[in-house]
């Protein structure tokens, strides 16, 4: 399938109504998650700030997620030169600084409530999510700071292959390192640890958050390759 969608043309044929399809199933997602949240009860020790979980975790997970297509389709690009991987990269990497800093945000909510602080430098999570942030932050500013997108694409390519490095230790911060992060509650080999009242509106807010990504990775991605087709017509007809 994803071979058949390198050719542009098939790729917007399909992105023509998977977007849309996509942006339906979120917000149902997003309705279903919001009525599952509005029922699981305070958390004994969190109170009502255990709310702010099913907004923080999806996005700290999708954080992660969105750098690996940014990482994935970088790598297309810089090897393969594939025009359409590197409208991916760019496409994903504005959806992916601003899902990891709603992740910053709310974590920093949700840490003055359980913690005391807003923020505690030197925790390892913190401190590698942050790190993450400014990887999507330079991958933007340096696919800005060059006018000639053949030489940008590599530069930015690069970038994001670099920043691939920082994904494990966000994701095992909490284990390599001491850190006010709890261990993972969800994704354990010997299954779940959290209540179900928590647990389905957790995941089913993931599964929100994972399809409005997906409606809007192609959706901006559509508007690049349009956007450079604009841009050959204009050359064709100025030359």
């Known amino acids: 399938m994803f071979p058949a969608l390198a050719n542009p043309a098939r790729f ?33 020790q969190q109170g009502y700030a255990v709310h702010i979980m099913f907004i923080h975790v999806p996005a700290a997970w999708m954080s992660l997620v969105v750098y690996a297509c940014l990482g994935g389709a970088s790598f297309i690009s810089l090897v393969f030169r594939h025009p359409l991987a590197q409208a991916a990269a760019r496409a994903a990497a504005p959806l992916g600084a601003g899902v990891t800093l709603l992740a910053l945000v709310t974590g920093s909510l949700w840490g003055k409530t359980t913690w005391g602080a807003w923020w505690v430098w030197g925790d390892p999570r913190l ?31 690069i970038l994001a292959l670099v920043g691939l490095v920082n994904l494990p230790i966000v994701h095992f911060s909490v284990t390599w390192w001491r850190s006010l992060h709890q261990a993972s509650s969800v994704f354990r080999a010997d299954g779940p640890s959290m209540p179900a009242i928590y647990l389905a509106p957790l995941l089913t807010m993931a599964l929100a958050y994972m399809a409005g990504f997906g409606a809007l990775w192609l959706v901006r991605i559509r508007a690049e390759v349009w956007r450079r087709r604009a841009q050959v017509r204009a050359v064709r007809a100025a030359g």
């Not at 399909?14 to 949240?37: E, Y």
């Not at 060059?146 to 530069?155: F, G, M, Q």
């Open 12 to 44: 917007m044929a399909f992105s023509r109504w998977a977007a849309p399809l996509l942006g339906v199933i979120a917000i149902g997602l997003l309705a279903i998650g919001l009525a599952l949240d509005f029922r699981a009860p305070p958390d004994y």
């Open 127 to 157: 401190t590698s999510v942050l790190v993450l942030f400014l990887f999507y932050l330079g991958y933007l500013a340096l696919d800005a700071s060059i006018d000639d997108e053949a030489r940008a694409a590599p530069a930015t390519s």
